[in-house]
């Protein structure tokens, strides 16, 4: 006779089925053990150009520096569509493609005088172009160049929403310590331009994040609290301070984790300090480098994908704590399975009778 279920059997008979043979206990156990591979996406790189010295630096999440490409003229800001860099000059109206091994491709602009680049989520390439014309000139993913708008006044740095939309900072010359002399202009995804806020004191460049929020940095604003802060404007227009004490903040740009970065300048005893800050999303503000003898224009970042693979080894970036955290649950519950599995088996060998 065969002897009484166990009341694993009774509580889990459905389980048991599905792992009576090896082979189904061994697809379990590749089941359970592929949770140990799963990796934490890696920190984004950084770049930033140096104006002065015509130069591309990358800068690792742990703030090592490297040279990128160098012999560039004059490059300000940057940003990247897809794997490539663009990178735009305010001196000769050029425009630089980079690839990710390092090759250089230009395009130019005639009679341009080029400030701020921008992204769209289709991948469409958006320049602000500060000659007579106030343009927004547009470079589609064929590589086609048209101009996108006109008529802004000294049209500067640029950020792009989700829906397309672009925020362009304009400067109106002459009332900049009076009144303010910076104002951010909406423009639609079909070109209509509108203003988004006005006036404001002497913004920087700016950022938008996941939720439509738009960041400027303040380094010239005419109220002492203001100033070296980081503003966050909501879609209604609505100002508020989101991170404080970050000196001189010029340049901003967002990675993939919703973590702000943020170029800015120590002047001391020893000379300039260029820095880059991290401010989380809940405005904590941490030092990633400093001691860049830079003139900073521009601050991009490229998203390094996690390696996952149910074959591969961890990944290098994954840490000792996240091992752990998934490891030990992982093999105690690899035990509990094999147990009762052999258990299940012994208990149902056939019994002789006489």
Known sequence: MKP??????????????????????????????????????????????????????????????????????????????GDDLFVVTGTRGIIYKIS??????????PSGILQGIAVNPRGEIFVSNTNAAGEILKIDRAGNLSTFVSGLTNPGELAADAQGNLFVKETIMGNMSVTGG??????????????FVSPLADYGVQAVDAHGDLYV???????????????????????????????????????SQGNLYVTGILANNAGTDCRIYKVTSTGAVSLVVSG???????????????????????????????VLVLCVPTVILMIIVLTWFAVGRK????????
Request: glycine fraction near 8%; avoid cysteine.
């Open 217 to 255: 940095a303040r380094s010239g604003a005419l109220v002492a609290s203001d100033q070296n802060t980081i503003a966050r404007i909501k879609p209604d227009g609505t100002t508020s301070t989101f991170a404080r004490n970050i000196p001189s903040p010029i340049h901003l740009a967002f990675d």
């Open 100 to 109: 990710r091994a390092g090759t250089v491709s230009t395009m130019t602009v």
């Open 292 to 322: 860049l003898n830079y003139s900073p224009f521009g601050l991009a970042t490229y998203p390094t994908a996690a390696k996952t693979s149910p074959s591969a080894p961890p990944s290098p970036g994954l840490s000792t704590g996240l």
């Open 182 to 195: 910076t104002l951010i202009a909406k423009v639609s995804n079909t070109g209509v331009i509108s203003t």
């Open 347 to 354: 208990r149902e060998k056939p019994t002789h009778t006489e």
């Open 4 to 81: 009484l279920p166990s009341p694993f059997h009774r509580a889990h008979g459905g389980f048991l089925a599905a792992t009576r043979s090896w082979q189904s206990l061994r697809s379990l156990i590749l089941l359970l053990s592929g949770t140990l591979l799963i990796s934490r996406a890696q920190a984004d790189e950084l770049y930033i150009s140096d104006y002065e010295n015509g130069t591309i630096s990358r800068v690792s999440d742990s703030g090592v520096v490297s040279l990128f490409v160098r012999g560039l003229d004059h490059p300000r800001d940057l940003a990247f569509s």
